[in-house]
C-alpha cells in the first residue's frame, strides 16, 4: 500500500507518533516516538532511541499500529501494518538512518530502526469536526492554540 501525499503531509507536520505493539504474553505497549519518518513510496520508519520493549514486542510479534496526527488542526491518521526491526548489518540501514539523522542532527543515537509496511490506513479527526460539521481547520487551530496557551 502506498503513503499517499495527505499521509505524508501529516507525517511532516506531527511532532510524534504513538506505536502499539503487542508482546508475547498478549499485553499491548504504546509508546510515543519521535524521530520517524516516510520511507520511499511504501514504507514509515521509526528510530529505536530508548525502545527496548518495542524491538522485542516486533521481533515476537509483527502487527502493529502507528498513529500520528497534527496537534492543532487535530487530524491525522492511524495506520495498521507488519513491522520489521532493521539492524546495522541490513543493507536498507545506511539509506535509512541518513534520512533519520538529518531529524535529529546526530544528536539521539540509535542502533536499529523499525521498518513499517502499512495494510491499513484510517483518518482521526478530533469529535469537534463530527459534531460542529461547519467547523474550519482555522478555527480549530485558534481552538487548540486556546486550549493549549500557546
Same mark, same amino acid.
Given at each position: 500500500?502506498?503513503?499517499?501525499?495527505?499521509?505524508?503531509?501529516?507525517?511532516?507536520?506531527?511532532?510524534?507518533?504513538?506505536? %502499539?505493539?503487542?508482546?508475547?504474553?498478549?499485553?499491548?505497549?504504546?509508546?510515543?516516538?519521535?524521530?520517524?519518518?516516510?520511507?520511499?513510496?511504501?514504507?514509515?520508519?521509526?528510530?529505536?532511541? %530508548?525502545?527496548?520493549?518495542?524491538?522485542?514486542?516486533?521481533k515476537h510479534?509483527?502487527?502493529?499500529?502507528?498513529?500520528?496526527?497534527?496537534?492543532?488542526?487535530?487530524?491525522?491518521?492511524?495506520?495498521?501494518?507488519?513491522?520489521?526491526?532493521?539492524?546495522k548489518t541490513?543493507?536498507?540501514?545506511?539509506?535509512?538512518?541518513?534520512?533519520?539523522?538529518?531529524?535529529?542532527?546526530?544528536?539521539?543515537?540509535?542502533?536499529?530502526?523499525?521498518?513499517?509496511?502499512?495494510?491499513?490506513?484510517?483518518?482521526?479527526? %478530533?469529535?469537534?469536526?463530527?459534531?460542529?460539521?461547519?467547523?474550519?481547520?482555522?478555527?480549530?487551530?485558534?481552538?487548540?492554540?486556546? %486550549?493549549?496557551?500557546?
Amino acid at each position: 500500500m502506498e503513503l499517499s501525499t495527505e499521509i505524508k503531509e501529516y507525517i511532516d507536520r506531527s511532532v510524534l507518533c504513538w506505536l %502499539a505493539t503487542v508482546s508475547n504474553e498478549n499485553i499491548p505497549n504504546v509508546s510515543p516516538k519521535e524521530i520517524f519518518n516516510y520511507y520511499g513510496t511504501d514504507k514509515i520508519i521509526v528510530a529505536n532511541i %530508548a525502545s527496548p520493549q518495542t524491538v522485542q514486542n516486533i521481533k515476537h510479534n509483527k502487527n502493529i499500529c502507528i498513529s500520528f496526527i497534527d496537534i492543532l488542526v487535530q487530524k491525522g491518521f492511524q495506520l495498521k501494518g507488519k513491522a520489521r526491526i532493521i539492524e546495522k548489518t541490513n543493507s536498507d540501514f545506511l539509506q535509512m538512518e541518513k534520512v533519520l539523522t538529518e531529524m535529529t542532527g546526530g544528536d539521539f543515537p540509535f542502533s536499529t530502526i523499525t521498518e513499517i509496511t502499512l495494510e491499513q490506513v484510517k483518518s482521526i479527526i %478530533a469529535p469537534k469536526y463530527i459534531l460542529y460539521p461547519k467547523t474550519t481547520e482555522k478555527e480549530q487551530i485558534e481552538s487548540a492554540k486556546k %486550549a493549549y496557551g500557546i
